[in-house]
């Protein structure tokens, strides 16, 4: 009796074998150094969540009197673990409240890029030349400016806000999903599973929202787990320039900027949040190297066997 034939059209994608999630945990635990960057980043989300609810109150709340406490104090409170700002304000609450704004901006602008730049790269790989060509001047008009030089002439013009600041970053990164995503359509449209489809009379949007995205989305969800460090970073340069999140409102970036004047007699204003977006940058990076191997299936085996020998 022949094995069943395993189906290779997006159709079948969703379908998830029983333990799927114990064996992606299994392929994760695999990777050390991968498991403690999410458990990391499950920590900066939960701060990105919670934390504006429960410390919003004591982040913004004065006290002269702890003004540039130092760290490991705790005289004051658990708060004040990591040192007082300019102001008496435990940096340890700011840190936990900025982690919100931090990530809306990363993650506006890269969902933003991702959506618009791969649905510009399917049209651009799937559609005629003469679309393609119009789509791909436009990403090199977009290339040609620097990015942070980009952001920091319209947010020079514009008011500096957060949903200024998220288009700003998104449309910079939006020619990296692109030229990605046309790229992979290229090679993809040429698969027999592609040419079987259009065969059997399924519609162009048919082939490329169930055939031929499901193919490109792994390479394109690594690249934005990539993407979102540098733009967690571009979005602190820009605070530290002073044209980013404008005060009260705050993020990483905007704390090492107010806490620089204070490097000689209180380093830890601009250490600890520093600290947080490198350590969150190198998760991050961690996390993608990660899943370039656990989503390629000609890689996929060094972690499963990785996993089943530390099982």
């Known amino acids: 009796?022949?094995?069943?034939?395993?189906?290779?059209?997006?159709?079948?994608?969703?379908?998830?074998?029983p333990g799927a999630f114990r064996r992606f945990l299994k392929m994760l635990w695999a990777d050390k150094l991968a498991f403690a960057a999410v458990l990391f980043l499950i920590v900066i989300v939960a701060c990105a969540v919670l934390g504006p609810m429960?410390?919003?109150?004591?982040?913004?709340?004065?006290?002269?009197?702890?003004?540039?406490?130092?760290?490991?104090?705790?005289d004051r409170?658990?708060?004040?673990?990591?040192?007082?700002?300019?102001?008496?304000?435990?940096?340890?609450?700011?840190?936990?409240?900025?982690?919100?704004?931090?990530?809306?901006?990363?993650a506006g602008a890269v969902a933003a890029s991702l959506l618009i730049g791969s649905t510009l790269g399917l049209i651009a790989g799937y559609r005629d030349r003469w679309h393609s060509e119009i789509i791909m001047r436009l990403a090199d008009?977009?290339?040609?400016?620097?990015?942070?030089?980009?952001?920091?002439?319209?947010?020079?013009?514009?008011?500096?806000?957060i949903a200024n600041l998220?288009?700003?970053?998104?449309?910079?990164?939006i020619p990296i999903y692109l030229r990605t995503t046309r790229?992979?359509?290229?090679?993809?449209?040429?698969?027999?599973?592609?040419?079987?489809?259009?065969?059997?009379?399924?519609?162009?949007?048919?082939?490329?929202?169930?055939?031929?995205?499901?193919?490109?989305?792994?390479?394109?969800l690594t690249i934005a787990t990539l993407d979102f460090a540098f733009v967690m970073l571009a979005e602190s340069a820009l605070s530290f320039l002073g044209i980013g999140i404008q005060p009260p409102e705050i993020t990483w970036g905007l704390m090492v900027s107010q806490g620089r004047q204070y490097l000689t007699s209180a380093w830890w204003l601009a250490f600890w949040p520093g600290l947080a977006i490198i350590l969150t940058t190198m998760s991050?990076?961690?996390?993608?190297?990660?899943?370039?191997?656990?989503?390629?299936?000609?890689?996929?085996?060094?972690?499963?066997?990785?996993?089943?020998?530390?099982?």
Do not use: C
Request: avoid cysteine; proline fraction near 6%; charge should be positive.
């Open 284 to 311: 991050l990076n961690l996390l993608s190297s990660w899943m370039r191997i656990a989503l390629n299936p000609t890689q996929r085996w060094r972690l499963e066997i990785g996993g089943k020998s530390n099982g």
């Open 183 to 220: 790229a992979e359509v290229l090679e993809v449209r040429k698969r027999m599973f592609v040419q079987a489809a259009q065969v059997m009379g399924a519609s162009n949007l048919r082939i490329v929202l169930f055939h031929i995205l499901p193919v490109v989305l792994p390479t394109l």
């Open 1 to 17: 009796m022949s094995a069943p034939i395993t189906q290779t059209g997006g159709e079948t994608m969703g379908r998830q074998e």
């Open 54 to 74: 429960l410390l919003d109150g004591v982040a913004a709340k004065q006290n002269l009197r702890a003004r540039n406490a130092p760290p490991f104090s705790l």
């Open 141 to 161: 008009v977009i290339m040609s400016f620097p990015s942070l030089l980009l952001a920091v002439t319209v947010l020079y013009v514009l008011e500096p806000s």
């Open 77 to 106: 409170g658990f708060l004040y673990l990591l040192g007082g700002d300019a102001l008496g304000r435990p940096l340890l609450a700011r840190i936990i409240v900025a982690a919100r704004n931090t990530m809306v901006v990363s």
């Open 166 to 173: 998220v288009l700003v970053l998104a449309i910079t990164r």
